[in-house]
């Protein structure tokens, strides 16, 4: 296999991925970027109500960082690591600034300077936008500033796994251009996987086509564990039936939500916080309304924004409005729109401290939806993912740059070519299973069993049923024997990596036996902070998946009942 | 076991169209062909929902590209029943509706090399893009934290505009200047170029007019990218605002020209309230138009060029429109 020799590579190029580039190839490091998509196409482009920061002197004038924290921890519910969430905080500021020095065009108050909007779960309005679509107007700033830097970008490039070598040290990656099919050993000392979430894994999803989880999946094999795997967002206003996101903005700017009956029904379940409560109890709310029959035939709600008029839904929820619109037929100015709750967001990740490194693998990094500095704990506010990316991309950058300064040269080369051998098996087979059998399988699986409600017995079910499903990607085969732009091959790899994280997910849903955040046990209704106040840890064994905990950093909030 | 399973049983039932899928697929080993599929629809199935469902469910090799699903992420753009679209911003029974018939095609799109089935190569395209520097270049002030940028909110408006390119490729795919002027940048980086060009935060105004001006005025004005454009940007009209600005030092020979033809334009108006060919012709071009003349002549149709355009009878209306009554 040919061989090219960087510093360091990053695996994936949302914002995560191309902000920890940029703060390694500032410090003259070399550095690729390596991602399955061209940059622009990255999931971050889909984010879109907004990024919160505490700007001084142009924020809200009681708010403060401290303010912000304690919306996050509490949003959190208290699986936050109180130190990360500080530092989320205290540099909101900072890279919003940057960002703007950089182009992104925000909305702006009338005197010019950015403005700022309310979303989920805030004491005070903090949330910086461009239109609704915030992640897309940053991607491109972004992209398009990194793509002036001294940064190899290898645009639709595979990552296949990690090489790691005997000491538990990362030795580079291997992946494959996708349109020629060559694989290269990317060698390097540091790898930063930022390789997004993994939406389909479920049924419904807001999440792009691409989320398939792949750096949890190499992060496993690789022998590092995912943090809380367990916490998965499901965001309660997807469009009903395409699942396209209609942003937390909408009620953030005086949206609605209403039952069949026309009641706004938050009243009941969030009496002070109303439609603005966090997802994972807006998400929980509307199923109950559903399944005590309030909800419209089918299972969905609307999202009501007919009173906020013509001229402000499209100026600044412009993105719902088309949405609504085309995919559903239904004009917003007239009509609610119908939502129900999908998947939108992975807590979990790779297990990565406050400056993104994990402390297990020398030399493997983390940033943005892939990694779980521990910021979100249980339940992720709306607008601190577009803000981690950028703040824990950035930090992760410089650590890296720093890592890079302290470490050696790598000596000897680890023998790459079993990750390829291993990834041809699908090709050269020929007969089995195609990928897609085992995809729908499992994607109603984790819907339907580790979904919103979850219980002892479905989450048996579901395990069981997801590990004869990991059983089958040994049989799965590829079809397609073309040597140039192979997707049936990609899709079989991903599969892989959908698989080995499913089945951590599963388990470790399964183990936490208390209702926290997003992970919502209908037997075990109430947070059990004496048994449960802890971090899950999952490995990948073989065949077994191993859970160990790892304390909560605490410090300055203790835990308090969580109402809204 | 009330799951989420269980709510989802009242699911309202749609009901469902078959149609046929007609891919016009590639690949290097075996080349081109068309191979067709078939699948019941309901109302609001996207085609990517379509492709997504025939590679899982029938024909794992289909290859395509698709990501965000909202249209914001621009993988998608192909050609469905010969038009270019966004896949994901297309509904399968819309396009039944319209063409009368349930037979869909799908195609890459034109200009793009293929690499596999709907699959492109668009290094020409992210080349273009590239070349008109897309990134603001602020002022060491702003980037030394020295100074804070404000900007007016009308600016951010405009601005954001031409911002909300998706890299898509649909409007160059369908660019007729394009495919037979390689200096023309086309309409996307246009796009891009003047979303810079316009930022009252920039500071290299100079360079950015160098490289746009030109290729702005080689632009026919067919509107294709008006039309094919799915975040409706209007290439257009960055193209035709990037025409207003007057170039630091002498202008190329193309806007030179570009704008005498304006000119000559707005004479003939204001002289006769019409557009006379010929004499716009003769006047933008000058001596370059004898040539052309002489041709048009000895191909017998010189008495086109001899008709006596008269002024409309309201012409002094037209003069007053045009600024010039006395």
């Known amino acids: ?564 | 076991m009330s799951s989420t399973a269980e709510l989802q049983k009242g699911v309202i039932k749609e009901e469902k169209t078959e149609i046929v899928v007609k891919v016009k697929r590639f690949s290097k080993e075996r080349g081109e062909w068309w191979q067709e599929y078939k699948l019941a629809v309901d109302r609001f199935t996207q085609i990517t929902e379509v492709l997504r469902r025939i590679r899982s469910e029938q024909d794992p090799s289909l290859s395509y590209r698709a990501a965000c699903h909202m249209a914001v992420c621009g993988s998608c753009a192909m050609k469905i029943n010969g038009a270019p679209r966004l896949a994901c911003k297309t509904l399968a029974l819309d396009l039944v509706k319209r063409y009368n018939d349930n037979v869909i095609t799908l195609e890459p799109m034109d200009r793009f090399p293929v690499v596999k089935d709907l699959i492109t190569d668009m290094t020409e395209f992210y080349d273009k893009m590239y070349s008109v520097k897309p990134r603001l270049y602020p002022s060491p002030q702003v980037l030394e934290d020295k100074a804070q940028h404000r900007l007016r909110p009308e600016d951010q408006r405009l601005l954001w505009k031409y911002a909300q390119c998706i890299w898509c490729g649909l409007c160059v795919s369908s660019c007729p200047a394009v495919r037979i002027d390689e200096k023309f940048l086309g309409p996307a980086a246009h796009a891009k170029g003047f979303r810079f060009l316009a930022d009252p935060r920039d500071t290299i105004q100079e360079e950015r007019m160098k490289i746009l001006l030109d290729s702005a005025w080689r632009c026919t004005y067919c509107y294709m990218c008006f039309e094919v454009c799915p975040r409706e940007i209007e290439p257009v009209e960055a193209i035709k605002l990037t025409r207003t600005y007057t170039p630091p030092e002498g202008m190329s020979e193309v806007s030179r020209m570009g704008e005498k033809h304006t000119d000559a334009i707005k004479e003939s108006i204001t002289k006769s309230g019409k557009l006379m060919e010929a004499y716009v012709y003769g006047k933008a071009y000058g001596a370059g138009a004898i040539r052309d003349f002489v041709y048009f002549l000895a191909s017998g149709r010189g008495k086109y060029l001899l008709v006596r355009e008269k002024p409309v009878n309201n012409i002094s209306e037209v003069k007053k429109l045009m600024g010039e009554a006395k």
Not at chain 1, 359 to 385: M, Y
Not at chain 1, 405 to 425: F, G, Q
Not at chain 1, 506 to 511: D, G, P, V
């Open chain 1, 1 to 564: 296999m040919e061989k090219s020799s960087y510093d360091a590579v990053v695996v994936g190029a949302g914002l995560a991925g191309l902000m920890s580039a940029y703060y390694i190839a500032k410090d003259k490091h070399r550095v690729a970027v390596i991602s399955k998509v061209f940059p622009t196409r990255s999931h971050s482009s889909a984010a879109e109500g907004g990024i919160a920061a505490y700007i001084k002197g142009n924020s809200d004038p009681n708010d403060n960082p401290d303010y912000m924290t304690y919306d996050t921890v509490k949003g959190g519910d208290y699986l936050v690591d109180q130190d990360a969430a500080e530092l989320l905080s205290n540099k909101s500021g900072e890279i919003v600034e940057i960002m703007e020095r950089w182009g992104a065009l925000f909305n702006r108050q009338p005197d010019g300077r950015v403005a700022i909007r309310y979303f989920g779960g805030q004491t005070y309005p903090r949330t910086r936008f461009v239109g609704d679509k915030t992640g897309m107007a940053l991607l491109h700033t972004l992209f398009e500033r990194t793509s002036g830097e001294n940064i190899d970008i290898f645009p639709e490039w595979f990552a296949l796994d990690l090489v790691i070598d005997d000491s538990k040290r990362v030795n580079g990656v291997v992946a494959m251009e996708m349109k020629t099919m060559n694989p290269i050993f990317f060698k390097a000392r540091a790898v930063v996987l930022a390789t997004g979430g993994m939406g389909m894994l479920y049924r419904h999803t807001t999440n792009s086509y691409i989320n398939t989880g792949d750096g949890y999946g190499m992060a496993l094999r690789a022998g590092a564990p995912i943090k809380d795997p367990e916490f998965v967002q499901f965001h309660p206003t997807a469009l009903y039936p395409s699942d396209i996101l209609i942003s937390e903005a909408a009620r953030g700017e005086g949206a609605i939500l209403k039952n069949v009956n026309g009641e706004r029904f938050m009243t009941k379940y969030a009496p002070h916080k109303l439609d603005l409560a966090p997802r994972d109890v807006v998400s929980r709310a509307i199923l109950t309304e559903v399944k005590e029959g309030r909800g419209y035939p089918g299972v969905y709600v609307g999202l009501d924004l007919t009173h906020l008029g013509e001229k402000y839904i499209k100026e600044r929820l412009a993105l719902a409005y088309e949405a609504a619109k085309t995919f559903a037929g239904v004009d917003a100015v007239n009509e609610p729109i119908p939502v129900r709750p999908a998947q939108h967001y992975y807590m979990g990740g790779i297990d990565v401290n406050t400056m993104g490194q994990n402390e297990e693998i020398k030399g493997l990094f983390a940033a943005g939806e892939a990694a779980c500095v521990s910021v979100h704990g249980a339940n992720r506010l709306g607008s601190n993912s577009l803000l981690e990316t950028l703040v824990f991309g950035r930090e992760t950058g410089i650590t890296v740059s720093r890592y890079l300064s302290a470490t050696p040269e790598l000596s000897v080369d680890t023998n790459p070519e079993p990750i390829l051998d291993e990834a041809y098996k699908f090709v050269k087979s020929e007969s089995g299973v195609p990928f897609g059998e085992i995809l729908e399988k499992l994607r109603d699986a984790m819907w339907d069993r580790v979904g919103v409600f979850r219980d002892e017995d479905g989450l048996r079910e579901a395990l069981s049923t997801i590990t004869s499903l990991r059983e089958k990607v040994k049989e799965m085969y590829v079809t397609d024997k073309s040597g140039v732009y192979n997707t049936e091959f990609f899709n079989a790899l991903e599969m892989r990596n959908m698989m080995d994280l499913a089945v951590v997910i599963a388990k470790a849903a399964l183990e936490r036996r208390e209702s926290r955040g997003a992970h919502y046990r209908l037997d075990y209704p109430k947070r059990d902070d004496a048994n449960y106040l802890v971090h899950t840890l999952a490995y990948i064994r073989g065949n077994t998946v191993e859970i160990t905990t790892k304390p909560v950093r605490m410090t300055r909030w203790q835990p308090e009942e969580r109402v809204y």
